[in-house]
Structures are given as structure tokens and as C-alpha cells.
């Protein structure tokens, strides 16, 4: 006689056969419970089939479930065609980050929240009471499980309630597409187009014109405007180059001592930079390369420039290198000269990514 056997005669009652016909699903289950030592003691509907309450839930949750498919669609819509590109000014691409937030909240809402009033509502409440046992798995208790797990299916009422599955399917196939969606991003449209965040305002204008670097006036700058040991925040001398349309063009411009000029040079030789500088004149981004904040504190002494956000620190004379703090990247230097009047322009844009690291970066 089997363990499951033995405990049920203990109790007094005679085990079912469960390949006996007439059983209903149930039974079954029951049986299974009771050989796997689980009393079921309260099982009923929350609602009863075919009743209005089912019907008003029914709609609520396929309601949910449509609403993620409709968000989780959006949500695809807005990550293909909506313009993405960075563009000067407040374009439409200010608004993408935000709507992909908006639109995968929701789709995760929806799914969430459905998925509970299902749970909650319209499955029923079970109340079971289970003694602790070991024992081996019989050809009856495989049957038990088989069944159990179609009961349990037959009570998620999709058979019953079609609505549910269709919305079901229509909500989550969507979402699955959005999870696919950025690992094939990059075949969708191509994430380098027109180079938006290679260039800053100093790339030369149509006709190969080279820019001036200019205060904050506007006025342009000559290199006895700036002392020995001195620096001066320069802009791209064109239309709203110090507007915040250009936020990636602020520079520092320093006039470097002749020994700290020449040690200068031979680390930019070596680096490749050999005519990035004109005379004993330098300049480097000031947008730090840790997290975009101005790095403009600089010390003529020790020549370091100083990040006041996160106490980054760069050595000017070294190619501007990090040397303390978070910053991993030297901030990229600005190849300079003086055009026929005397001014300073920029012989070519940044040749190195401004700004904070990204992934994109070579």
C-alpha cells in the first residue's frame, strides 16, 4: 500500500481512481490535493459566470490590456520616426526621451495593473491546508499534475472570457516588440546621422570660413588681450554662439608661460597635436568630461584646471589629462592661429568628442 494510500485510510476514506469516468477536473484536483496531504477548506468563484460583475471586470482588464498595447505601440511609433536628432533651439527633440518614458509607463502600468485585477477579481479564492511529506512520484500523481494544471487554466476563464486573450495577445505582442525594439535600433535608422554630436559651433562655416573665437560680447580676441598666465572663456563668433544653442562650444583660452609653453608643445607632439596651439596660446573645452559641468577654475601656478562640481582635475601642460577625480577623458583641445587681422580663429572644430563619455565614442 502507498504512503498516499495509507494516510487517506488513516483518515477514513477510501481513495479515488482517478482514470474513473464521470470525475469532473476538480475532483481530480481535490484527489491530487488530498494525496499530496492538502485539504482544500474554502474554494468558491468570486464572481459568477456569465453574470454582469464578470462581464464589467472582463472589460476592465481586456481595457487594461488594450491600453498596453496601444502605449507599448506608441511607445515603437516615437522610437522609429519621431525626430531624435539634436537640433539647436527647442525642437521636436526635446520631447523624445520624455515620450518613450511616458509611453513604456504606461505599457507597464497596463500590464501590471491588469494582470492584478485578474489575479484579484476574477480567479477564485482558495483556502488550502497542506501537511509536510516526502514521498516518490506515482503514474497517478503525474495524471493529478496534468489535470491540475489544465484546471488551473481553465480557471483563468480565457476559454470562457475570449476578450481576455485577445487583449492579452494584443497587449503583450506589442511589448514584446519594444523589447527587441533597441537591440535593432541601430538597423532602424542609423544613430550617427549627420554627425550631430561630433560638432560644435567652431566647424568651419560653408566655404571652409574658419571662426572666431570671441567674448561673451561678441567682440573677437587678440592675443595681447590675455597676460602671461592668463585664460578667457571664448565662443564661436557666429549667429547665437553664446546662446545655449551652443552650450557644447564654451573654451578656455590660455596664455601659458614659455616654459610651461614649451613642456605644452612636446606633450602635443606627442600626442599627435603638434600645431594645435599658436605661440605660447592653448585652448581646451570647459566642458568636463565626467558629467558636462564647466571646468573653469584654473590655476596659473600649477597650470590645473579645476571642475568645481566633482573636483576634477585636469593638467593643462599634459593635454590637458585628468589627474584627480572622477574624470576619465582629457578635455579635447581646440586647434587654434590668428587669421589676417590678428584675431584668433579656429583652424578646424574639435577633433575629439566634447562633453561627458558616451558609448557611441571611438
Same mark, same amino acid.
Given at each position: ?56 471586470? =472582463? ?5 487594461? $490590456? ?15 520616426? *519621431?525626430? *531624435? ?14 515620450? #518613450? ?20 477579481? #476574477? ?9 509536510? +511529506? ?54 532602424? &535608422? ?9 560638432? =560644435? ?41 553664446? &546662446?545655449?544653442? +551652443? ?11 614659455? &616654459? ?23 585652448? $581646451? ?24 562640481? +566633482?573636483?576634477?582635475? $585636469? ?48
Amino acid at each position: 500500500m502507498s504512503t498516499h494510500t495509507e494516510h487517506q485510510a488513516q483518515q477514513g476514506r477510501e481513495p479515488l481512481d482517478v482514470n474513473t469516468p464521470g470525475l469532473t477536473r476538480f475532483d481530480i484536483v481535490r484527489e491530487g490535493a488530498r494525496r499530496d496531504d492538502i485539504e482544500i477548506v474554502h474554494y468558491e468563484p468570486q464572481v459568477v459566470p456569465g453574470s454582469k460583475a464578470e462581464r464589467r471586470l =472582463t472589460r476592465t482588464v481586456a481595457a487594461m $490590456f488594450l491600453l498596453t498595447g496601444l502605449a507599448a505601440t506608441a511607445f515603437l511609433i516615437i522610437y522609429i520616426w *519621431w525626430p *531624435w536628432e539634436y537640433a539647436p533651439g527647442r525642437g521636436g527633440d526635446k520631447w523624445y526621451t520624455p515620450l #518613450l518614458g511616458v509611453t513604456l509607463g504606461v505599457a507597464l502600468l497596463g500590464i501590471g495593473f491588469g494582470i492584478l485585477t485578474w489575479g484579484k477579481k #476574477l480567479l477564485p479564492k482558495e483556502v488550502s491546508i497542506q501537511d509536510r +511529506h516526502e514521498g516518490a512520484v506515482s503514474a497517478d500523481d503525474r495524471t493529478i499534475t496534468g489535470q491540475t494544471m489544465l484546471y488551473m487554466a481553465d480557471e483563468l476563464g480565457v476559454k470562457r472570457r475570449p476578450l481576455l486573450g485577445i487583449s492579452l495577445l494584443a497587449g503583450l505582442a506589442p511589448v514584446g516588440a519594444v523589447v527587441a525594439a533597441p537591440l535593432v535600433g541601430g538597423l532602424i &535608422s542609423d544613430p550617427h546621422k549627420n554627425n550631430q554630436m561630433f560638432t =560644435t559651433g567652431f566647424a568651419p562655416a560653408e566655404g571652409g570660413q574658419k571662426i572666431r573665437l570671441v567674448r561673451e560680447d561678441g567682440r573677437p580676441v587678440r592675443p595681447a588681450d590675455i597676460s602671461a598666465g592668463g585664460q578667457l572663456t571664448v565662443f564661436p563668433g557666429i549667429e547665437h554662439g553664446v &546662446s545655449n544653442r +551652443h552650450a557644447d562650444s564654451p573654451t578656455l583660452l590660455i596664455h601659458l608661460r614659455d &616654459s610651461d609653453a614649451q613642456e605644452s608643445r612636446r606633450n602635443n607632439e606627442r600626442e599627435g597635436h603638434g600645431d594645435y596651439m599658436w605661440g605660447n596660446y592653448a585652448a $581646451f573645452s570647459k566642458i568636463c568630461t565626467h558629467a558636462g559641468c564647466p571646468a573653469s577654475l584654473y590655476e596659473q601656478q600649477t597650470n590645473r584646471l579645476l571642475c568645481p562640481c +566633482h573636483q576634477s582635475q $585636469f593638467l593643462i601642460t599634459d593635454n590637458a589629462r585628468p589627474i584627480f577625480g572622477p574624470a576619465s577623458r582629457r578635455l579635447p583641445q581646440l586647434p587654434i592661429e590668428v587669421d589676417a587681422e590678428g584675431y584668433f580663429v579656429a583652424k578646424s572644430d574639435y577633433t575629439e568628442t566634447v562633453g561627458p563619455d558616451f558609448w557611441e565614442r571611438p
